[in-house]
C-alpha cells in the first residue's frame, strides 16, 4: 500500500487558515484527526466523483478539494479554533491511519 503521507500541518493562531495535503489513493479519502485525550472523529469525506460529507463541526469553515491532475486531496482549514487542534489523517474508510500530521490552533 503507498504511503499516504500527510503535509501542511503547523500552528496558527485562532481564526487563521491552513491547507492539509495527502494523495488520493482510493475511490473514497477521509481526513480524520484525534484531539488529544479523546477518540479519532471524522472530518470529511470526499469520493472521486467530488460527492463530499462534512462533520459538523467543521462544516462551513473545512473545504476539501481534489487536484486530479496530481491525484492530491486539499483540505482548506479556515476561521480555526483552538478546539481544532489534533492530529489530522488522512486515508481511505478503514485504511491505516499512518503517524498524521500535527495542528496546533492557539487563542
Known amino acids: 500500500q503507498a504511503q499516504l503521507a500527510e503535509s501542511g500541518g503547523g500552528s496558527v493562531q485562532a481564526g487563521g487558515s491552513l491547507t492539509l495535503s495527502c494523495r488520493f489513493s482510493?475511490?473514497?479519502m477521509g481526513w480524520y484527526r484525534q484531539r488529544a485525550g479523546m477518540g479519532p472523529e471524522w472530518v470529511v469525506f470526499i469520493e472521486r466523483d467530488g460527492i463530499t460529507t462534512y462533520s459538523d463541526s467543521v462544516k462551513g469553515r473545512f473545504t476539501v478539494s481534489v487536484d486530479s491532475a496530481k491525484n492530491l486531496i486539499f483540505l482548506q482549514m479556515n476561521s480555526l479554533r483552538p478546539d481544532d487542534t489534533a492530529v489530522y489523517y488522512c486515508h481511505p474508510p478503514g485504511g491505516d491511519w499512518g503517524q498524521g500530521i500535527q495542528v496546533t490552533v492557539s487563542s
Open positions: 482510493a475511490d473514497m
